[in-house]
């Protein structure tokens, strides 16, 4: 009986995963099913795929990043940063719905065939569900229904039915 319950919450997260990409919630739609998959599974986007492209829309990050880089005295052009934490906004999208809590770094660089200053940005978190906040008090009904399922998902990880999920995703971005 409890193996039956367990395969029929599965194929529940599978399908809720299915709806998210019908939302157009892409990458949590992905994370979801490697979640729902079973133990050990990482996530990896590299520089021009969906994933990496939100990343680098997300102007208040790039931003950021930048801003940091800035304040670098570096009269080589060539400087490898600290890992440093970034909160993405929970309201911005996939993105936000998907990863909150991140861990960043970034190598700054001269790129040898164009010339151009450039940084290449590694974003790393894990997709769990460490956080349970009221979803009635989350101002909106997207946002109320989201948390609702990541307060679900946060009992069920609990009960070893949802894995963690390691993620890392690289962007490249020109600095102007």
């Not at 906004?89 to 790129?111: E, P």
């Not at 009904?141 to 995703?169: C, H, Q, R, T």
């Amino acid at each position: 009986m409890y193996d039956l319950l367990n395969n029929l919450k599965d194929r529940l997260w599978k399908l809720g995963a299915e709806i998210l990409e019908l939302g157009g919630y892409y990458l949590s739609a992905q994370l979801l099913r490697l979640a729902a998959s079973g133990a050990n599974n990482e996530y990896y986007a590299l520089d021009g795929s969906y994933t990496a492209d939100l990343i680098e829309s997300d102007s208040k990050f790039i931003n950021a990043v930048k801003e940091d880089y800035a304040n670098v005295n570096n009269e080589f052009g060539y400087y490898v940063s600290d890992t440093k934490g970034y909160t993405f906004d929970l309201s911005g999208g996939d993105l936000g719905a998907a990863l909150h809590n991140v861990s960043y770094r970034y190598i700054g660089f001269n790129d040898a065939i164009t010339g151009e200053h450039k940084l290449f940005i590694t974003v790393e978190d894990t997709f769990d569900f460490t956080e349970f906040k009221n979803p009635f008090t989350q101002g909106n009904l997207k946002s109320a229904f989201l948390w609702a399922m990541n307060d679900i998902a946060y009992i069920d990880s609990k009960w070893g039915l949802l894995d963690p999920v390691s993620v890392e995703i690289v962007v490249v971005v020109p600095i102007r």
